[in-house]
């Protein structure tokens, strides 16, 4: 029998696939990288998201992480079916994992003082349960045509609200920060805190797109099951990247690729990039055994919960400011030591970011060495 044949079979069987993993770590790696600078005010290009449109690395994290979280829900759910677990039971524990990832959203965004002004309903684990839910929901009770047809839909449906329907307040339709149909929307429903004052980027109708980010991780996480060769997977994959990313580009001049709105063309760039990059893992680790040098992103990927939270953890302790908002931090005390040595801010804030995350790596490495897996 053809080794790539078997390698399919397995694959179905409810194998782990490593490049997914590495993948994970990666995007997590990456995720500290940027959201933990010595300097705020200093830091290197790509490592800061764009202002408004166009795109950066430091965009790809979050929407690689809606799309990891499609594929897993793929792989998670078919593992369970084959072992006979009714869709039921499987869609209820979604559900309840659902609800303690956001409860997790919430609970994070008044620690560690426990201020309730800064309640914040939307957030990014928020966002990611969400995604989840409808994922876990799609999955189950509905097929894969049915999944590109909505997904089609929503974009196309997302992209005429945003660009024809009239704000109102301005009686035309507009995209500009805090002006825009989905801030409108969010000024008058969403309470608490939001992010940008009076919009919140992971707000209730950019929302919408961003399930499609996990539906197109859906579909890749069926391509992988299928009974297709390794090398129709990676083919595959790789030409339907292709095509996303060319259309994505392509409707870039009529909808803006743009972050903050979840933009359909974002939606579609980040979809047909996250399918190349992860075609490219694919063939690397499980199907050429290369993965000696993921090591580091798949003890990170393995553990992905834990290292946000320990990340969050250590990132309350080290930036908090010892009396109140215009009082001393832990790293404000550290980089005043270093400036004077006559590094570029710019350096020193990403030396600072880089021993952040390995700091954040010595307690998933030791929960990895133990085989202990945060799972909600």
């Known amino acids: 029998m053809d080794q790539k044949r078997v390698h399919a079979d397995t694959l179905r069987q409810g194998a782990r696939i490593e490049a997914l993993d590495i ?13 933990d600078p010595g300097i705020a005010s200093h830091v290197y290009a790509p490592l800061e998201h ?28 078919s593992s369970q079916l084959q ?8 869609f209820k524990k979604n559900c309840k994992r659902a609800a303690i990832l956001f409860s997790i959203g919430l609970l994070l965004s008044i620690l560690p003082t426990f201020n309730l002004s800064l309640f914040r309903i939307c957030g990014v684990l928020q966002r990611i349960s969400i995604v989840f839910f409808f994922c876990a929901l799609l ?3 509905t097929t894969v045509s049915f999944q590109i047809k909505l997904a089609v839909c929503i974009l196309a449906g997302y992209f005429l609200l945003m660009t024809l329907v009239p704000v109102p307040g301005y009686g035309y339709a507009i995209l500009e920060p805090g002006k825009n149909l989905a801030a409108w929307l969010d ?22 797109p961003a399930i499609v980010s996990g539906i197109t991780g859906m579909i890749t996480g069926q391509l992988l099951l299928s009974t297709k060769t390794a090398e129709r997977k990676i083919i595959w994959l790789f030409f339907s990247g292709f095509i996303s990313f060319v259309v994505a580009n392509t409707w870039n001049y009529f909808f803006p690729i743009n972050k903050n709105l979840w933009t359909s063309s974002f939606v579609l760039f980040m979809a047909g990039l996250d399918c190349m990059v992860l075609a490219c893992l694919y063939f690397l680790i499980d199907v050429c055994g290369i993965k000696r040098w993921g090591r580091i992103a798949l003890v990170f990927g393995s553990n992905a ?48 970011a880089v021993l952040y995350c390995g700091l954040c790596f010595i307690p998933i490495y030791l929960l990895y060495k133990n085989k202990i897996f945060l799972k909600i």
């Open 23 to 35: 993948f994970r770590g990666l995007t997590m790696a990456a995720m500290i990288l940027v959201n």
């Open 187 to 208: 000024s008058i429903v969403i309470p608490g805190r939001m992010y940008q004052g009076n919009w919140d980027p992971e707000g209730i109708l950019s929302t919408f």
């Open 83 to 90: 072992k006979g677990v009714l869709k039921r039971i499987i």
């Open 305 to 352: 919960i834990a290292a946000y939270l320990i990340s969050e953890f250590f990132y309350d302790i080290i930036y908090f400011k010892v009396g109140g908002l215009h009082g001393t931090s832990l790293n404000d005390i550290i980089i005043n030591a270093v400036l004077p040595t006559g590094l570029s801010p710019n350096l020193i804030s990403l030396i600072w």
């Open 139 to 141: 999955y189950l009770f």
């Open 50 to 77: 764009t202002v408004w449109n166009g795109i950066t690395p430091a965009d790809f994290i979050f929407p690689s992480f809606i799309f990891i979280v499609g594929v897993s829900v793929v792989l998670s759910c």
